[in-house]
């Protein structure tokens, strides 16, 4: 009985580090990594429970924990990458789990013996945290915070390659049926908890960072939508670029502007029409990675900064953005009616000015507005814009278009 309590200790401890990043989520509210978090600690300690609660000798039980800590693996290591703009590649995950499973499968029907199915699932684990630490090496952003969450996830990758082997090392062979009473049990139950204070503490520590960073730009946020105001953005901008060509990266700018908006303002008023602006910048600030840098610059044009970006993906981020503001209800409006956006795309050119990049991608987003609105246009779509165009502010343009 007692060891069924203490092994009910580990799950516990990770269901309270879920609540705590879903809190910080919230309260803060920090970006969806942060809530990628308390779902991993939540899907890491229903496979502990599983491994706990289930029947020793049940076939299925390792099938069940592995899903459940891959997943838990792979939303931890896709969540740490995002935090510091780094894409994880998932298909690999995903390759990495089905063989384990299939190799998996063979050692549960053909052994009684725990020792092979644990090196198997083990070694998946630890390759998953492996190609996570390889993809966050690959960032550029070197602050004690991310050393410190690197550090982690390399420690996580030799826990799960080393514990197994020195553990069946001393053990032999362990049958399913006494899998719970074996040395390997108590040592696992040990070494999650270790790994899981470990980690969590990093990744809150990280966490309350980012959380002071955004009380301490409170003051440049534009109070309607949240985003940047202009001068935070165009600041936020031109260190972006500056960043950018230093590291060898692409940037690319995305302007949105909402279509037929004085409109709103003239039927249904300036109160329908804020909270128009609120709904827009919302989803885009909910889309929008957090490497990427977003601002409110005028009435009811936006722009994103979208770090280590080409211009298709860019263009793909902008069209998900105006797919989901065309279906968004918004209050004050009659039920019937869906408001839509257009946007203009530019990927930076080497040592460009952003004066220069907005002035791109604002001729694209003119020709959007000219091409029927509720489009999304790159500065390379089609011929490029004219003299007179190229010349003209962009409020020139905008009026035109509008």
């Known amino acids: ?92 995950f995903a390759f990495v789990y089905v063989m384990s499973a299939l190799v998996l499968a063979v050692a549960v029907l053909t052994t009684n013996d725990v020792g092979p199915r644990l090196i198997i699932i083990n070694m998946g684990y630890g390759i998953m945290f492996t190609m996570c630490a390889t993809t966050l090496l690959a960032a550029r952003r070197r602050e004690i915070l991310d050393l410190a969450v690197i550090a982690v996830m390399v420690f996580q990758a030799l826990d799960f390659f080393v514990r197994p082997t020195l553990t069946l090392l001393i053990e032999q062979s362990i049958p399913a049926e006494v899998y719970r009473d074996s040395v390997y049990y108590s040592l696992i139950g040990l070494a999650l908890a270790i790994k899981g204070v470990t980690t969590a503490m990093v990744l809150i520590g990280a966490t309350i960072a980012e959380w002071t960073t955004n009380l301490r730009e409170s003051g440049e946020r534009d109070p309607l939508t949240g985003l940047r105001n202009r001068g935070a953005f165009e600041q936020a901008m031109q260190e972006m670029l500056s960043r950018a060509q230093e590291q060898g990266q692409p940037v690319t700018l995305v302007i949105a502007d909402i279509d037929h908006f004085k409109q709103v303002n003239d039927i249904w008023g300036h109160q329908a029409g804020d909270q128009a602006i609120s709904s827009f910048g919302h989803l885009i600030d909910q889309t929008i990675r957090a490497c990427d840098v977003a601002g409110r610059v005028g009435g009811e044009e936006f722009c994103i900064a979208v770090w280590n970006c080409e211009n298709d993906p860019a263009e793909r981020l902008a069209g998900r953005i105006r797919q989901g503001f065309a279906r968004l209800k918004h209050s004050g409006l009659s039920d019937d009616i869906r408001l839509t956006a257009s946007f203009g795309v530019a990927t930076a050119r080497a040592g460009e000015s952003y004066e220069r990049l907005f002035s791109r991608a604002d001729a694209a987003l003119y020709r959007a507005k000219a091409a029927g609105r509720d489009c999304v246009v790159s500065e390379r779509d089609g011929p490029g814009s004219s003299v007179a165009d190229a010349e003209a502010t962009p409020a020139e343009r905008r009026r035109a278009a509008n």
Not at 14 to 29: E, I, S
Not at 46 to 65: E, K, R
């Open 1 to 92: 009985m007692q060891t069924q309590i203490l092994g009910l200790v580990t799950p516990l401890m990770a269901l309270f580090f879920a609540a705590t990043f879903a809190v910080l989520w919230k309260v803060g509210g920090l970006k969806r990594h942060v809530l990628g978090f308390a779902i991993a600690y939540v899907l890491s300690a229903t496979g502990f429970l599983i491994t706990h609660i289930a029947p020793a000798d049940g076939t299925y039980v390792f099938h069940a924990t592995q899903v459940f800590y891959s997943l838990a693996s792979t939303i931890m290591a896709a969540c740490v990458c995002e935090r510091v703009g780094q894409k994880l590649h998932l298909p690999s």
